[in-house]
């Protein structure tokens, strides 16, 4: 992207995989965003640790407890972000967390549908209207015309799986479809965002990553991580 760059990021579930790659992806550019919000479920737990070590080092790294499923924890982390970003708006949220199990239409229960729905879909509905009002404030508070990630924005990790025209050239090797069903609710999710976010000023849209080398992706993945965030950025 010519020109990028954002004083302010968020980026769900990011841990590991995906999430932890665009963390280091942030800290290794050159204008470095000067916050960087990097949220996990647990930042004590074990899978956190490499995350630990990156805010160590780096003081623009600020590690906030969010889990995507649960309100009261969406909003206590949005309240922190707001004091630690002292009235000037959170440029670029990019909603990455989501969970992949196992499922086929043999397989695939009630159970199954609803909770990767509510991790995939409802969290980052949740998370969006929570840090709302910063992203608004971001994009108030800039004098660049029209919309980008530089001014504010909502990136919501998707999949070419949530693809239904292109669901014939993947089916039958990787049938998930409880993900497949949450990501193209996410797809609807996200058009709807960029429809109702626009007249103030916020770009939203949904990034497929590429197949990636991760916990999630490991249906033969073709693509690593640091790969897919250079083609993307």
Not at 176 to 186: E, G, I
């Amino acid at each position: 992207m010519a020109g990028f760059h954002v004083r302010s990021v968020l980026v769900t579930g990011s841990n590991r995989g995906i999430g932890l790659e665009l963390i280091k992806h942030f800290i290794g550019k050159p204008n470095a965003p000067e916050v960087i919000f990097a949220t996990c479920r647990d930042p004590e737990g074990a899978r956190a640790q490499e995350l630990k070590k990156l805010a160590s080092k780096h003081p623009n790294v600020m590690i906030l407890q969010l889990e995507a499923t649960d309100s009261a924890s969406i909003k206590s982390a949005a309240k922190k972000a707001e004091a630690h970003l002292g009235g000037t708006g959170l440029n670029l949220l990019i909603n990455n967390a989501g969970v992949m199990p196992p499922s086929t239409l043999e397989s695939a229960t009630p159970e199954d549908m609803l909770s990767v729905y509510n991790t995939n879909v409802v969290g980052p509905l949740l998370v969006t209207q929570a840090f709302l009002p910063l992203l608004k404030k971001a994009a108030q508070g800039s004098n660049q015309k029209g919309m980008s990630c530089s001014k504010a924005a909502i990136v919501n990790i998707s999949t070419v799986l949530g693809s239904i025209e292109k669901t014939p050239e993947t089916f039958s090797f990787v049938p998930v479809v409880s993900y497949r069903c949450s990501k193209a609710a996410l797809n609807m999710l996200t058009k709807c965002q960029s429809m109702g976010y626009k007249q103030d000023g916020i770009l939203c849209t949904a990034l497929h990553p590429g197949w990636v080398k991760t916990e999630l992706g490991n249906f033969q993945p073709n693509v690593q991580v640091v790969m897919a965030l250079s083609r993307e950025s």
